[in-house]
C-alpha cells in the first residue's frame, strides 16, 4: 500500500473514533463508568508498551502501518491522546465547551494535517503547511461561529489563537494540549460575554 493511504486511514480513524466518543458521552449520560474504565484500560495498555519490549513488539506487528516510526518504538499513540483529551474536556467542562472544542480536535485538527498534507504550499516550521494552518483557522472559525454562537470577531480572535497553539505544539502532545487548551479558551471567552 501507497504511505499515503496509510496517513489517510489514520486521520479517518481519528475523525470516527472522536466522533464515537462525542456521540456516546452526549447520547448515554450513565457512560461515564465504561468510558472512564475504556480510557484507563487504553492508557495501561499503551504505556506498557515502553516498558514491556515484547508487547511493544506484538502491538506493533499488529498495527504497524497505522503507527508512526516514533509511535512502534513505543510513544503513546496519537488515538490515546486524543481519548485522553476528549476525556478530561468531558469531565471538566460544560456540555457546550466539551462540544466545541471536541469537534474542533476531532475534526479541524486532523483535516488540516490531510489539507496540508496534498498541497504544494510552502511549509511553516518544516512541518506545517500554509494550506492546512489556513485549513485549522477556517474550521476553528466555522465551529465558534456557527456552532458556539461566537461574535465574528470572538471566533476570529480565538481561532488565531488556537491556531498559533497548534502551530507551535509538538507532535507527541498536540491532541491532548490543544484540546485541554481549546477547552480552556473557549470557557473563558464564554465567562467574558456573560460578565459584559
Known amino acids: 500500500m501507497?504511505?499515503?493511504y496509510y496517513f489517510f486511514l489514520r486521520k479517518l480513524i481519528h475523525i470516527f473514533s472522536g466522533c464515537?466518543?462525542?456521540?456516546?458521552?452526549?447520547?448515554?449520560?450513565?457512560?461515564?463508568?465504561?468510558?472512564?474504565?475504556?480510557?484507563?484500560?487504553?492508557?495501561?495498555?499503551?504505556?506498557?508498551?515502553?516498558?514491556?519490549n515484547h508487547f511493544n513488539?506484538?502491538?506493533?506487528?499488529?498495527?504497524?502501518?497505522?503507527?508512526?516510526?516514533?509511535?512502534?518504538?513505543?510513544?503513546?499513540?496519537?488515538?490515546?491522546t486524543?481519548?485522553?483529551s476528549l476525556y478530561f474536556i468531558w469531565i471538566l467542562f460544560p456540555d457546550n465547551i466539551f462540544l466545541l472544542a471536541g469537534l474542533i480536535i476531532v475534526?479541524?485538527?486532523?483535516?488540516?494535517?490531510?489539507?496540508?498534507?496534498?498541497?504544494?504550499?510552502?511549509e511553516i516550521f518544516g512541518i506545517k503547511t500554509v494550506a492546512g494552518t489556513v485549513t485549522f483557522l477556517l474550521l476553528s472559525f466555522l465551529i465558534?461561529?456557527?456552532?458556539?454562537?461566537?461574535?465574528?470577531?470572538?471566533?476570529?480572535?480565538?481561532?488565531?489563537?488556537?491556531?498559533?497553539?497548534?502551530?507551535?505544539?509538538?507532535?507527541?502532545?498536540?491532541n491532548l494540549f490543544l484540546g485541554v487548551g481549546s477547552a480552556i479558551l473557549i470557557y473563558i471567552l464564554f465567562c467574558l460575554k456573560h460578565l459584559s
Open 2 to 4: 501507497h504511505p499515503n
Open 20 to 52: 464515537l466518543f462525542l456521540t456516546i458521552t452526549h447520547w448515554f449520560k450513565d457512560s461515564f463508568l465504561y468510558v472512564t474504565i475504556f480510557i484507563i484500560l487504553t492508557i495501561i495498555i499503551d504505556l506498557s508498551r515502553k516498558f514491556i
Open 57 to 80: 513488539r506484538i502491538f506493533s506487528s499488529l498495527l504497524e502501518p497505522l503507527l508512526k516510526p516514533s509511535e512502534s518504538r513505543g510513544q503513546v499513540t496519537g488515538a490515546t
Open 82 to 84: 486524543l481519548w485522553l
Open 107 to 122: 475534526f479541524a485538527d486532523p483535516l488540516c494535517a490531510i489539507v496540508g498534507k496534498f498541497s504544494k504550499t510552502p
Open 144 to 174: 465558534l461561529f456557527g456552532i458556539g454562537n461566537f461574535s465574528v470577531v470572538e471566533a476570529t480572535s480565538l481561532s488565531f489563537i488556537l491556531m498559533t497553539l497548534e502551530l507551535f505544539l509538538p507532535a507527541t502532545v498536540e
